[in-house]
């Protein structure tokens, strides 16, 4: 069989691996990924501001590389990804250091020490540009006057540094130092989010830092707090590996505080942070996709499932199955499991509009006595309409006391709700990525005490329930179920609120 070497030249094949698409951010997770693998505890990444000759170092105190690893860990394309290969190894196809690194910036250096000894390669696509025979010119030793920055490898502890610079890819016309201050705290929220199970609480296995600052690990599943909906984890046997599923649903934010709120957004916002959130080996790969799963058409992100957050990990012998790409951005998962990660996902959807559609308050009481809603929403072939209850206690009482008047009160309570300005609300909702304030949320004791002593009054007064019953009602009904402090509070004795 006839054949001839067809290698491509260097110049147009990594200009070429510039467009993969990746993020500044994504592009430091490869990055610290390389620098776990070599069983780092502390990375330090620093950006350095000074125009045009700004650089980004990763510095981190693992197991170093020889000679040899240095230069198989600079080429490109040294490693198959169908090879087996460590379970705890991040990596799958011997790129991410070099793509990840092309893609911001023009000059990439590595230097490494292990046995006491100092070892440094360098990538300059400057050089390859200027090269008329299009080979691979690995160079040696940092570039004149970029000595200084290797400055803090010292032969007698092993680690790695690698320093990005020439950022043309960042640095751009315009591109001051504030435009750099805010991406630095991009990547910070990505990181956070990306290695949270590494870095979070007592069980930290790494230190990740950026220009000195600690980053705080952002846990997409609000596990600590006490509103948070857990499920048991499912295990499910695939054809590469078990994988593990575990569905989560946020508190709604009537349950949080304001800075509650801001911590459970995360690094994109409410509504994009739903879904699944695919890791490997603990590292998060995707977060807050639906995985194009759905019955006909793939889930959008829709606003009242954004608080449904779903942790599936998968083992590193699963990225040919699951089409994990070489930015660790994208997944799709086997046929023969699709159907059972629907089912899941249709639980955790369902489960997240109840919350979101009851702001976090349920049907029933803790002691599971039905809640009496003002408001009743209605299935038909037509489609979903929306009553006022009759039964709730205060239009039951109105209606009872009317008289002559109550034909006219029941014409209005169906001018009600036949108006009900249904479109606008969720026009509301959607642009202000929340639902309207409802069941006196924000409104001081007082306002809300106002209206129970009015309720309670009525209740003993002219409906003559004895005080217990009157108590036990409210603490069933809409929206006075939300303040059991201030039911509790009211007086052992009947009440007259107009004296």
Same mark, same amino acid.
């Given at each position: 069989?006839?054949?001839?070497?067809?290698?491509?030249?260097?110049?147009?094949?990594?200009?070429?691996?510039?467009?993969?698409?990746?993020?500044?951010?994504?592009?430091?997770?490869?990055?610290?990924?390389?620098?776990?693998?070599?069983?780092?505890?502390?990375?330090?990444?620093?950006?350095?501001?000074?125009?045009?000759?700004?650089?980004?170092?990763?510095?981190?105190?693992?197991?170093?590389?020889?000679?040899?690893?240095?230069?198989?860990?600079?080429?490109?394309?040294?490693?198959?990804?169908?090879?087996?290969?460590?379970?705890?190894?991040?990596?799958?196809?011997?790129?991410?250091?070099?793509?990840?690194?092309?893609?911001?910036?023009?000059?990439?250096?590595?230097?490494?020490?292990?046995?006491?000894?100092?070892?440094?390669?360098?990538?300059?696509?400057?050089?390859?540009?200027?090269?008329?025979?299009?080979?691979?010119?690995?160079?040696?030793?940092?570039?004149?006057?970029?000595?200084?920055?290797?400055?803090?490898?010292?032969?007698?502890?092993?680690?790695?540094?690698?320093?990005?610079?020439?950022?043309?890819?960042?640095?751009?016309?315009?591109?001051?130092?504030?435009?750099?201050?805010?991406?630095?705290?991009?990547?910070?929220?990505?990181?956070?989010?990306?290695?949270?199970?590494?870095?979070?609480?007592?069980?930290?296995?790494?230190?990740?830092?950026?220009?000195?600052?600690?980053?705080?690990?952002?846990?997409?599943?609000?596990?600590?707090?006490?509103?948070?909906?857990?499920?048991?984890?499912?295990?499910?046997?695939?054809?590469?590996?078990?994988?593990?599923?575990?569905?989560?649903?946020?508190?709604?934010?009537?349950?949080?505080?304001?800075?509650?709120?801001?911590?459970?957004?995360?690094?994109?916002?409410?509504?994009?942070?739903?879904?699944?959130?695919?890791?490997?080996?603990?590292?998060?790969?995707?977060?807050?996709?639906?995985?194009?799963?759905?019955?006909?058409?793939?889930?959008?992100?829709?606003?009242?499932?954004?608080?449904?957050?779903?942790?599936?990990?998968?083992?590193?012998?699963?990225?040919?199955?699951?089409?994990?790409?070489? $930015?660790?951005?994208?997944?799709?998962? =086997? #046929? &023969?499991?699709?159907?059972?990660?629907?089912?899941? !996902?249709? *639980?955790?959807?369902?489960?997240?509009?109840?919350?979101?559609?009851?702001?976090?308050?349920?049907?029933?009481?803790?002691?599971?006595?039905?809640?009496?809603?003002?408001?009743?929403?209605?299935?038909?072939?037509?489609?979903?309409?929306?009553?006022?209850?009759?039964?709730?206690?205060?239009?039951?009482?109105?209606?009872?006391?009317?008289?002559?008047?109550?034909?006219?009160?029941?014409?209005?309570? $169906?001018?009600?709700?036949?108006?009900? =300005? #249904? &479109?606008?609300?969720?026009?509301?909702?959607?642009? !202000?990525? *929340?639902?309207?304030?409802?069941?006196?949320?924000?409104?001081?004791?007082?306002?809300?005490?106002?209206?129970?002593?009015?309720?309670?009054?009525?209740?003993?007064?002219?409906?003559?329930?004895?005080?217990?019953?009157?108590?036990?009602?409210?603490?069933?009904?809409?929206?006075?179920?939300?303040?059991?402090?201030?039911?509790?509070?009211?007086?052992?004795?009947?009440?007259?609120?107009?004296?």
């Amino acid at each position: 069989m006839k054949s001839r070497n067809a290698p491509p030249r260097a110049d147009a094949m990594i200009e070429a691996l510039r467009g993969l698409g990746y993020s500044l951010p994504s592009a430091l997770a490869d990055i610290i990924d390389n620098s776990i693998a070599a069983e780092a505890s502390e990375i330090d990444v620093t950006f350095v501001w000074n125009g045009a000759k700004s650089f980004i170092r990763v510095h981190d105190n693992g197991t170093g590389m020889d000679e040899a690893e240095i230069d198989l860990a600079m080429r490109l394309g040294e490693k198959n990804p169908l090879h087996s290969r460590n379970a705890s190894d991040l990596g799958r196809f011997g790129l991410g250091l070099k793509t990840a690194s092309f893609s911001q910036c023009r000059r990439l250096t590595v230097a490494t020490v292990k046995n006491f000894q100092i070892n440094c390669l360098r990538w300059d696509l400057d050089v390859l540009a200027g090269s008329s025979d299009g080979a691979w010119h690995l160079l040696e030793g940092p570039a004149d006057g970029s000595e200084d920055l290797l400055q803090i490898l010292s032969p007698d502890r092993s680690g790695t540094i690698v320093i990005w610079e020439v950022l043309d890819r960042i640095v751009t016309a315009g591109f001051v130092e504030q435009d750099l201050l805010d991406l630095i705290d991009t990547v910070e929220r990505h990181l956070a989010m990306v290695f949270h199970r590494y870095i979070e609480g007592a069980r930290a296995r790494i230190q990740i830092k950026i220009n000195g600052r600690t980053v705080r690990a952002w846990d997409p599943f609000f596990i600590s707090h006490s509103a948070t909906w857990t499920s048991p984890i499912e295990r499910l046997p695939t054809a590469s590996g078990l994988i593990e599923i575990q569905s989560h649903i946020l508190p709604h934010r009537d349950r949080l505080t304001q800075a509650e709120h801001l911590y459970g957004e995360g690094p994109d916002g409410w509504t994009a942070q739903q879904g699944f959130y695919v890791y490997r080996n603990e590292r998060l790969l995707l977060s807050g996709s639906w995985l194009g799963l759905g019955r006909g058409r793939s889930w959008t992100k829709e606003e009242s499932h954004r608080l449904a957050r779903i942790r599936l990990d998968i083992p590193n012998s699963a990225d040919i199955d699951w089409k994990i790409d070489v $930015r660790k951005s994208t997944a799709r998962p =086997p #046929v &023969q499991i699709r159907e059972r990660l629907m089912l899941i !996902a249709e *639980d955790a959807r369902e489960r997240a509009r109840r919350v979101f559609a009851h702001r976090g308050n349920y049907k029933k009481t803790a002691d599971g006595t039905p809640i009496e809603h003002a408001w009743l929403s209605e299935k038909s072939r037509a489609g979903i309409s929306y009553r006022i209850n009759a039964k709730h206690p205060a239009i039951k009482g109105l209606l009872d006391d009317a008289g002559p008047l109550k034909s006219r009160i029941q014409v209005l309570l $169906r001018i009600l709700e036949e108006t009900v =300005p #249904v &479109q606008k609300i969720w026009l509301d909702t959607v642009e !202000a990525k *929340d639902t309207p304030r409802t069941n006196f949320s924000g409104q001081p004791n007082e306002h809300v005490n106002e209206v129970l002593l009015a309720m309670y009054e009525d209740m003993t007064t002219r409906r003559g329930m004895s005080c217990a019953l009157a108590k036990l009602t409210l603490g069933t009904t809409e929206p006075f179920h939300n303040f059991p402090f201030l039911i509790s509070a009211l007086p052992e004795e009947h009440i007259n609120v107009d004296k």
